[in-house]
């Protein structure tokens, strides 16, 4: 599970046994659980699964991915290359 990025209490994951699906990201609260993450498509931005984030967490991650589509794309298709991919610090 590569930690693709993340902000102050929010981690962003990917799966590596569900890279077929369409590109999503899994996100987690540090404090809580990633047994219950959230999951959100990245080419419509639409929350499949909202996990144990609240309503505030899943509007903020995103607010963040739309920010950083580009980057956290590009780390995935790495990521599917085979390649080292340094965890993204969004702001």
Same mark, same amino acid.
């Given at each position: 599970?590569?930690?693709?990025?993340?902000?102050?209490?929010?981690?962003?994951? #990917?799966?590596?046994?569900?890279?077929?699906?369409?590109?999503?990201?899994?996100?987690?609260?540090?404090?809580?659980?990633?047994?219950?993450?959230?999951?959100?498509?990245?080419?419509? #931005?639409?929350?499949?699964?909202?996990?144990?984030?609240?309503?505030?967490?899943?509007? #903020?991650?995103?607010?963040?991915?739309? $920010?950083?589509?580009?980057?956290?794309?590009?780390? =995935?298709?790495?990521?599917? $290359?085979?390649?080292?991919? $340094?965890? =993204?610090?969004? $702001?």
């Amino acid at each position: 599970m590569p930690k693709i990025a993340t902000y102050k209490y929010l981690v962003f994951y #990917l799966v590596s046994y569900d890279l077929s699906e369409r590109l999503h990201l899994h996100i987690f609260n540090k404090n809580g659980s990633y047994a219950n993450s959230a999951k959100i498509w990245l080419d419509t #931005l639409e929350v499949f699964e909202q996990g144990n984030l609240t309503r505030r967490e899943i509007n #903020l991650a995103s607010k963040l991915i739309e $920010k950083s589509k580009v980057e956290i794309i590009d780390s =995935i298709e790495r990521f599917k $290359k085979g390649e080292k991919v $340094k965890t =993204i610090e969004l $702001k």
